[in-house]
């Protein structure tokens, strides 16, 4: 086993907390932490850009293994003891696994023929977001954009996103007017899920081409100036007495309503 840091002033654990506790920090290295065995190595199996990968004394004997078998070359590797992962832990019962990654450079949209995407404008539950991304992934939704959303890289959403932020497309285009010049130009037509009277039932909009549905705020819904920008709206038609749904599991549905569509054309 490697030396054992214990130190709770080791320049990588001090690094690791800046990151965990602060969005500034993070976007001023460039960097994001991961906690937990099954996203890291969904980390390590998609070749994203690592650069440290910190273990527990007793996570190195249960894991180590199984991790080092993948290419750590450019990954700077640290064992701590427990007591020091149960330090810089987010997660009540820690498996002492932690990784920090970089950053990906931003990247221009990359539409697709008959492409289906997913927009979260203006969520804030990290726990939303981390799930809307694990399910566009797996749907095989094209894209998924964020627009004045939570931050992408914190702790809650990285974790909540079970690994798919590794694999799902995603873009945080906050300025709006840019939002839909890029869907206009692209030949992408709009829908806002609202909760409208003159909205579609989705099971009765024939989604064909290249479309996005725009989920808004989990308490108060699309602005109505966003919803009025769409090309249409669509409501989930709901039975009894509830009139909404969690944010999450209304873009669930909507999302396999867009890829029932696609598949059937």
Same mark, same amino acid.
């Given at each position: 086993?490697?030396?054992?840091?214990?130190?709770?002033?080791?320049?990588?654990?001090? $690094?690791?907390?800046?990151?965990?506790?602060?969005?500034?920090?993070?976007?001023?290295?460039?960097?994001?932490?991961?906690?937990? !065995?099954?996203?890291?190595?969904?980390?390590?199996?998609?070749?994203?850009?690592?650069?440290?990968?910190? !273990?527990?004394?007793?996570?190195? /004997?249960?894991?180590?293994?199984?991790?080092?078998?993948?290419?750590?070359?450019?990954?700077?590797?640290?064992?701590?003891?427990?007591? $020091?992962?149960?330090?810089?832990?987010?997660? /009540?019962?820690?498996?002492?696994?932690?990784?920090?990654?970089?950053?990906?450079?931003?990247?221009?949209?990359?539409?697709?023929?008959?492409?289906?995407?997913?927009?979260?404008?203006? !969520?804030?539950?990290?726990?939303?977001?981390?799930?809307?991304?694990?399910?566009?992934?797996?749907?095989?939704?094209?894209?998924?954009?964020?627009?004045?959303?939570?931050?992408?890289?914190?702790?809650?959403?990285?974790?909540?996103? =079970?690994?798919?932020?590794?694999?799902?497309?995603?873009?945080?285009?906050?300025?709006?007017?840019?939002?839909?010049?890029?869907?206009?130009?692209?030949?992408?037509?709009?829908?806002?899920?609202?909760?409208?009277?003159?909205?579609?039932?989705?099971?009765?909009?024939?989604?064909?081409?290249?479309?996005?549905?725009?989920?808004?705020?989990?308490?108060?819904?699309?602005?109505?100036?966003?919803?009025?920008?769409?090309?249409?709206?669509?409501?989930?038609? =709901?039975?009894?007495?509830?009139?909404?749904?969690?944010?999450?599991?209304?873009?669930?549905?909507?999302?396999?309503? !867009?890829?029932?569509?696609?598949?059937?054309?």
């Amino acid at each position: 086993m490697e030396n054992i840091i214990t130190s709770k002033d080791n320049p990588v654990i001090k $690094l690791y907390q800046k990151l965990s506790s602060s969005k500034k920090e993070r976007f001023e290295y460039g960097l994001f932490v991961l906690e937990g !065995l099954r996203i890291v190595e969904d980390a390590l199996r998609e070749e994203a850009p690592l650069t440290h990968l910190i !273990l527990t004394a007793s996570a190195y /004997e249960r894991y180590g293994s199984e991790l080092f078998q993948a290419d750590l070359r450019d990954t700077r590797t640290l064992v701590i003891s427990n007591e $020091l992962g149960n330090r810089i832990a987010s997660t /009540e019962k820690t498996q002492g696994v932690f990784a920090v990654c970089r950053i990906p450079a931003a990247k221009a949209p990359v539409f697709a023929e008959n492409g289906r995407y997913i927009v979260l404008f203006g !969520l804030q539950d990290p726990g939303n977001v981390g799930m809307i991304i694990r399910t566009a992934d797996a749907l095989g939704m094209d894209g998924v954009f964020l627009s004045g959303s939570c931050e992408l890289y914190s702790p809650k959403v990285i974790r909540s996103t =079970m690994g798919s932020v590794f694999r799902a497309d995603i873009h945080v285009v906050n300025d709006a007017d840019e939002l839909f010049r890029l869907f206009e130009e692209n030949g992408v037509r709009t829908s806002a899920a609202v909760i409208d009277s003159d909205a579609v039932p989705v099971t009765e909009r024939s989604f064909s081409g290249s479309e996005a549905v725009f989920i808004g705020n989990e308490g108060n819904g699309l602005p109505p100036e966003i919803a009025s920008r769409c090309d249409s709206k669509v409501i989930i038609p =709901m039975q009894g007495n509830i009139n909404s749904l969690n944010a999450a599991m209304a873009a669930g549905i909507l999302m396999w309503e !867009l890829r029932r569509s696609n598949s059937k054309g």
